[in-house]
């Protein structure tokens, strides 16, 4: 069954510190990944997404991930981190062959301290 | 960018009573919508996949007659909870998608709390 593993589910860190977040998946074919954030009060939003081509990939707001298909991850990454990145995020997965279902991660809630 | 509208943000109802939710791409046709549950501190559990003019296919454990879900035009779906219970009680965020799959727009979901 597919899957979608997030490593830590909390993460504290000082501003400025450099952020990465695990995520591996359990998938067979091609598939398509995302993160996605939920900052308080506020509903999900895209931050990068990889369907093919360069492996490293950049999204909004500093963030960027790369896919390494032979660890099945697709970890994200911050060099350095500011108070507004609280929030949780969401690693997902999806594949054609799956009917585009999207897998959700549990989440990992980032707080940042000023 | 495009827009998922989800209508209501806040439901209280009494157990034993039907609730309907709703969800409609604003400027963009969505082939696909799906639904999913989340629970507190908890990941998004898929609850199903409804296509425009055909039937929802339903994750396993998630009772279809439980949770009606009807999706007859390109830009509305709705998520009927029928005689809910206090179990019931979460928040629920549909998502949807066009023609190419790209991406997913989510709605701002609705918390749902049966007394």
């Known amino acids: 069954a597919q899957s979608v593993s997030q490593h830590n589910h909390h993460v504290i860190l000082s501003e400025a510190a450099s952020l990465e977040l695990g995520c591996n998946y359990s998938?067979?074919?091609?598939?398509?990944l995302f993160w996605y954030v939920q900052y308080p009060g506020q509903h999900l939003q895209l931050l990068l997404k990889y369907f093919s081509g360069d492996p490293l990939v950049k999204g909004i707001k500093g963030f960027e991930a790369e896919f390494i298909k032979s660890k099945f991850s697709f970890n994200l990454r911050k060099p350095s981190v500011q108070w507004s990145d609280t929030a949780e995020y969401f690693c997902a997965v999806n594949a054609e062959t799956g009917g585009f279902k999207t897998i959700f991660g549990a989440g990992t809630r980032l707080f940042v301290k000023a | 960018g495009a827009v998922v509208s989800q209508h209501p943000s806040r439901v209280i109802c009494k157990s034993g009573t039907s609730v309907k939710i709703e969800c409609r791409s604003l400027?963009?046709?969505?082939?696909?919508m799906f639904w999913y549950r989340q629970f507190p501190k908890k990941s998004l559990m898929l609850m199903a996949t409804?296509?425009?003019?055909?039937?929802?296919?339903?994750e396993q454990g998630v009772e279809k007659d439980k949770f009606l879900i009807n999706h007859a035009s390109l830009t509305l779906s709705t998520l009927t909870v029928t005689s809910a219970h206090p179990e019931d009680s979460s928040f629920y965020i549909c998502?949807?998608?066009?023609?190419?799959?790209?991406?997913?727009?989510f709605g701002s979901g609705t918390q749902l709390s049966v007394l």
């Open positions: 409804s296509n425009e003019g055909s039937k929802a296919t339903y």
């Open positions: 998938y067979g074919g091609t598939v398509n």
């Open positions: 998502s949807a998608t066009g023609l190419t799959n790209e991406k997913l727009f």
């Open positions: 400027d963009f046709q969505a082939t696909t």
